[in-house]
């Protein structure tokens, strides 16, 4: 499987982006900002776009959604409990001094243990809330990969004072949901490096004691 993980805007926001090689279908994660730089990536592995994912409603994650559906045609999937920050975007923009992007329209509304697939291969929708109520992480078996959205980072967590935020719920998400996974699973977050669920199980001070 294809995935290039290119980090857009402001907030420099990790979107991924998913293809298979036979079927040149593609996935893609978190499409924030800069849809022209996603799209030459697709153009670039003659990727055809199936599905544009969500992990959550903040607007370094979804700014670019709606530009990039325009483009493509394909569906939007989020978690509906993020449908309220959704409708705030223009709010939103105002927190980090940028124009409004255009709503999307969600297409799917995805909940926890549904599947979305790339070709054969499963995506599974993990409901992780604390970070927002609809945030969702997706477990990829196949690439032994967990993308994490603003649920955990190496060495942090999602930070849980913004409207919707909860932070015990963040942490039971956490503990119930990700930690659950082998530690050899590779973590994107939403926002910098990768890591590990060993790592993070071992070295996270967030999650001592867990
Ligand atoms: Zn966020």
């Not at 090689?21 to 670039?44: C, N, T």
């Not at 003659?46 to 394909?74: V, W």
């Not at 945030?135 to 849980?160: C, Q, V, W």
Request: glycine fraction near 10%.
């Amino acid at each position: 499987m294809i995935h290039e993980i290119l980090p857009v805007g402001p907030l420099q926001c990790n979107c991924s982006i998913f293809g298979d090689e036979q079927s040149h279908e593609a996935l893609v994660v978190d499409p924030g900002d800069e849809i022209g730089e996603i799209q030459a990536i697709l153009d670039r592995h003659e990727l055809q776009l199936k599905g544009i994912i969500i992990t959550h409603a903040h607007i370094d994650h979804i700014g670019g959604a709606a530009k990039l559906k325009k483009l493509s045609g394909a569906p939007v999937y989020m978690n509906e409990n993020d449908m309220e920050l959704t409708a705030q975007l223009d709010v939103q923009a105002g927190w980090i001094g940028v124009e409004p992007p255009e709503k999307p329209d969600i297409d799917v509304m995805v909940r926890d243990g549904d599947i979305v697939a790339l070709a054969k291969q499963p995506f599974h929708v993990l409901h992780t809330p604390g970070h927002t109520q609809g945030s969702i992480s997706l477990h990829i078996p196949s690439e032994n990969k967990l993308i994490a959205g603003d649920t955990l980072f190496r060495d942090g967590i999602g930070r849980t004072d913004l409207p919707g935020g909860d932070s015990r719920q963040i942490i039971v998400s956490i503990k119930e949901r990700l930690l659950a996974l082998d530690d050899g699973v590779i973590v994107i977050p939403g926002h910098g490096p990768e890591t590990t669920i060993g790592r993070e199980r071992e070295m996270n001070y967030f999650l001592r004691g867990l």
